[in-house]
């Protein structure tokens, strides 16, 4: 099986998607955050605050370069991680590539209370994620080989959706 790398906004649930997956099919989970957070022995807050989003950016490119070689995974990406080119290339070349989406209202129901999302900080509310959702969603669209709405749908109705399409795909 090549990867399958889950992409969104924040909040779109990636991270929860990715563990609904791996239980469900043969397949090993990446999930960025997690890993460089261990890498790094800190909390992707403290990271921005002490090196800056530039240096976090650098740490994403680096760990999708160290298993852009290696098949099986499913991977919870960064939800800014896919828009470096650098980064939606390594995703190309060995996986497909899984767009979550969710409408801004969705999303700040989701986040709301979230404290480790240094992009949203002092900026959680719906007008702001409607805003920068804009700005990435071309992106989003343009590099997804599969887009699944998320709102109103359970974890388990969407994995299996994703599973569908994959097969679909082969
Ligand atoms: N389909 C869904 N329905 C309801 N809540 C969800 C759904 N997907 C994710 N969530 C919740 O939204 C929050 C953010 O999900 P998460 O997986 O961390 O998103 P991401 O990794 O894309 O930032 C979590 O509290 C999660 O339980
Ligand atoms: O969208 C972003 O720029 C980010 C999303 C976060 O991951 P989630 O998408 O899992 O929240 C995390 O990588 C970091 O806070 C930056
Ligand atoms: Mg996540």
């Not at 992409?7 to 929860?16: C, D, E, R, W």
């Not at 976090?56 to 470096?84: A, H, I, K, Q």
């Not at 480790?116 to 990435?136: A, D, F, Q, S, T």
């Amino acid at each position: 099986m090549k990867n399958l790398y889950l992409i969104g906004f924040m909040g779109a649930g990636k991270s929860t998607i990715a563990r609904a997956l791996a239980k469900k099919c043969p397949s090993k989970r990446i999930e960025m955050d997690q890993l460089i957070e261990e890498q790094q022995g800190m909390a992707i807050t403290d990271i921005f605050a002490a090196h800056g989003e530039n240096y976090f950016r650098d740490l994403e490119t680096e760990l999708l370069r160290s298993f852009s070689e290696s098949t099986g995974y499913v991977v919870s990406c960064g939800g800014g991680s896919v828009l470096r080119d650098e980064n939606a290339a390594l995703m190309k070349e060995n996986g497909c590539i899984v767009f979550l989406r969710a409408t801004p209202e969705t999303i700040y129901e989701r986040v709301k209370d979230s404290t480790n999302r240094p992009i949203l900080n002092g900026n959680m509310n719906v007008e702001y994620i409607r805003e920068l959702m804009e700005k990435r969603r071309p992106r989003y669209e343009a590099v997804a080989d599969i887009c699944v709405d998320t709102d109103g749908k359970d974890v388990d109705a969407i994995s299996e959706e994703i599973l569908k399409a994959v097969e679909d795909r082969s």
